[in-house]
């Protein structure tokens, strides 16, 4: 990201070399060595993980919640209805109920109960309610023998296949449910190849070189390929969510190639300012290898952050996305040093080729910072101003998880959303299912306390219809499904879920003794938003907190720790905010081909996590270079104009690179990878442009002298952690 375009020629070298410049000249010294033990180590974990395969498995579960709590208790009583289940939906506007169709369906039910991963089926015809009021359109009830995430999604398209091949001649078959939408996620889209193709582009641009461009790209490739192998493994013996791969790609493509860049362009620097190839690789990683493992550290501390929240399908994502930041902060140090070492001849003629345009692009940077040093209240208040407007949608941010009918309309989940939709209602999608338990009650008698309730329940406002009880088979409880009037996604279907909790159904409870749960999925996707909502403040001050002290312990100065925490906020606010606006808010939905409803409830915390460390890289990559000139020369305003000349280029550079990594994955199918790649692009294009170019210059100018001051018993005290070795 960012780097010294022309280091201070003539300084003496340390007398004993530092540990990173040791690294740097064993890399290069066994520079065949390197290259083919990491090789090895990448070739051996992707073939083992092809080999194994992968269990990647999406925990949703919140222990302590009662959503969890009615989950546990039917896998308890009656595993059966615990499993996941399909939708079959037939329609026919002229009626189902017609011996054609009867059999036509019937006989397509009767293939299905002999699939793979089928426990049950229960027909239209023989199932009360499952048709509605004018025989147009009903639905099969297919029980799995699992939960999606055991189902292999083999058998779920087998499934769809087989109910989908009676389709035609006036009868319409779509197949809905959890199991199907993840199996109709698989593919992918071309966002990788289109993220590395624009990266290359950039890279030459900025270098002249291809061999000096493709650099960078093989570091990143060569690191998030062995972290992948890693995770792979690993999620036979932890448990690693479904999206984690692309959201490694994601990262690890953006942080892998700015890493290096950070590097190169140091080693650059050296070699313009009359170093050999060897001398310039040790002084890079001297330097700009500190700084890479200080903003690494950053990016790994926020996302292991996210194990304070307590959820297990984030801790598993966070730990693998901090693998790989921390592989490609390794593949950076080690893998470089070696691929410098082999290709120097050619690279330093490439870059003695470019030299002339980084003069002058030092030069005008130099004139930027000047230009705004000398109006920095002017340009830090309407950047302020602007940041705001951004962040402005997070007021109103909606917290939930997306399901078909978020979806693509082309697909048969998306179809068979909307036929029940039609058919039944819009809360007919997202059913809240009541458990009635009465296992600690002496005497208490499920079924008769679910009769009671059911017509308390059915003149619940927002309620639209209660189905029959349904006891298990040990007599101790009892179901109902309740359906809302609204879709799963309304604001009004999770306040309808909180009313019965703590007013409908608290007085039943206390009336027949038996314990009242409210599950489902639609109910456990407001635990799991209440949840997150409920821990994200204590996140936010870990993660704010331990990246605070680093900067303190780096940089000795208690304003900038605390400069560095606003602008990081206010960047993630700005990004989340942009999320808000176009995903809920439907802003330019069309052109992105997304459905307008609720954020994804994991997403803004890990946009956060990720984006916060990602944000403390740049700081740290831009203050190093001040912090370098003011203790050498102790004059603040140069200290800035120094920092934004040498680090101004590549700053632009990585954080395009960044951007059209993040942003090529909105070309990905999944809404949920389109959020994530929004928000990351808009926070770095923010962060890079307007937080770095024009208020930390601003904010710099007015501080002064203070943006560098500890106080002396707190100096004391505290370690010295110095980004340049001397």
């Given at each position: ?75 308890e009583r ?28 019937e ?19 023989r ?24 189902v ?31 199996g ?45 192998g ?37 080693y ?29 550290t950053?990016?790994?501390l ?13 801790q ?28 120097s001849r ?13 003069r ?5 940077w130099?004139?930027w ?124 279907t ?16 206390a009336d ?21 909502a ?93 912090h ?15 920092g934004?000349?040498?680090t ?6 990585a ?17 949920m ?11 770095v294009?923010?962060?890079a442009l307007?937080?770095?170019?024009l ?6 100018q007015?501080?002064?002298r ?21």
């Amino acid at each position: 990201m960012l780097v010294e375009q022309n280091p201070s020629p003539g300084t003496a070298p340390p007398s004993r070399p530092s540990r990173f410049a040791r690294l740097a000249g064993w890399s290069t010294r066994h520079r065949w060595w390197a290259l083919l033990s990491w090789l090895v180590v990448l070739v051996a974990v992707s073939v083992g993980a092809q080999a194994v395969g992968a269990d990647y498995r999406d925990d949703v579960s919140l222990p302590g919640t009662e959503s969890q709590r009615a989950l546990d208790t039917l896998r308890e009583r009656s595993p059966q209805a615990a499993g996941s289940t399909v939708q079959i939906v037939v329609a026919d506007p002229d009626g189902l109920r017609t011996p054609e169709n009867e059999g036509r369906v019937e006989g397509m039910l009767a293939q299905v109960r002999a699939l793979p991963s089928v426990a049950d089926v229960r027909s239209p015809f023989r199932d009360p309610g499952a048709l509605n009021g004018d025989g147009t359109v009903g639905y099969a009830t297919v029980t799995l023998d699992g939960e999606t995430a055991d189902v292999p999604a083999q058998d779920v398209r087998e499934l769809v296949d087989t109910a989908r091949q009676i389709d035609g001649d006036g009868l319409r078959v779509e197949v809905g449910g959890d199991a199907v939408v993840a199996g109709e996620e698989g593919g992918g889209g071309p966002a990788e190849g289109l993220g590395l193709l624009a990266a290359l582009v950039i890279l030459v641009l900025l270098f002249g070189s291809v061999l000096a461009a493709g650099l960078p790209i093989v570091i990143a490739v060569f690191a998030v390929g062995t972290a992948m192998g890693l995770v792979a493994l690993a999620s036979h013996v932890a448990t690693v969510a479904s999206y984690t791969t692309p959201l490694m790609v994601l990262v690890g493509l953006g942080v892998g190639i700015d890493y290096a860049l950070l590097l190169f362009s140091r080693y650059r620097g050296e070699l313009l300012a009359g170093a050999t190839g060897e001398q310039a690789t040790r002084r890079a990683v001297d330097t700009a290898g500190r700084t890479v493992l200080f903003a690494g550290t950053t990016v790994i501390l926020a996302l292991l952050g996210l194990v304070v929240l307590g959820l297990g399908s984030l801790q598993g994502v966070a730990v693998a996305v901090a693998l790989t930041v921390a592989t490609t902060m390794v593949a950076a140090l080690v893998l470089l040093p070696a691929l410098l070492a082999v290709l120097s001849r050619r690279i330093e003629r490439a870059v003695r080729r470019r030299a002339e345009r980084g003069r002058h692009d030092g030069a005008r940077w130099a004139a930027w910072s000047t230009f705004v040093q000398r109006r920095p209240w002017t340009a830090a208040l309407l950047a302020l101003v602007a940041l705001l407007a951004l962040a402005a949608p997070v007021l109103g941010m909606r917290l939930g998880i997306a399901d078909p009918g978020n979806g693509d309309p082309a697909k048969t989940s998306r179809q068979a959303y909307d036929l029940l939709a039609r058919g039944f209602g819009p809360g007919f999608n997202g059913p809240l299912v009541v458990v009635v338990d009465a296992s600690d009650a002496a005497g208490a008698d499920p079924r008769a306390a679910a009769e009671r309730a059911r017509p308390v329940l059915a003149g619940t406002p927002g309620v639209a219809g209660v189905s029959t009880p349904f006891p298990t088979a040990d007599g101790r409880t009892a179901t109902m499904v309740v359906f809302p009037d609204a879709k799963p996604q309304d604001a009004r279907t999770a306040d309808l879920v909180r009313r019965l909790r703590a007013d409908v159904l608290p007085p039943l409870r206390a009336d027949s003794g038996a314990a009242f749960l409210v599950g489902g999925t639609t109910a456990a996707t407001v635990d799991f938003s209440a949840a997150v909502a409920e821990r994200l403040p204590l996140f936010v001050a870990v993660v704010v907190g331990l990246s605070s002290l680093l900067l303190v312990l780096v940089f000795r100065s208690l304003l900038i720790p605390v400069k560095a925490a606003v602008l990081n906020l206010l960047s993630v606010g700005a990004a989340l905010g942009v999320v808000t606006l176009v995903f809920q808010q439907g802003f330019l939905a069309d052109v992105l081909g997304v459905q307008p409803g609720p954020i994804e409830a994991f997403v803004p915390v890990l946009i956060f996590a990720i984006a916060f460390g990602l944000s403390m890289d740049y700081e740290i990559f831009l203050l190093a270079r001040m912090h370098e000139h003011w203790e050498q020369h102790h004059d603040a305003p140069a200290a800035i104009r120094h920092g934004v000349a040498t680090t101004g280029r590549i700053v632009t550079a990585a954080a395009a690179i960044m951007v059209v990594v993040f942003g090529s994955f909105l070309f990905d199918p999944g809404r949920m990878l389109k959020q994530f790649g929004l928000g990351l692009a808009v926070a770095v294009l923010v962060d890079a442009l307007v937080i770095r170019c024009l208020i930390v210059p601003a904010v710099m100018q007015l501080f002064g002298r203070w943006a560098w001051w500890l106080p002396a018993p707190l100096a004391r005290r505290l370690p010295r952690v110095a980004l340049e070795h001397r």
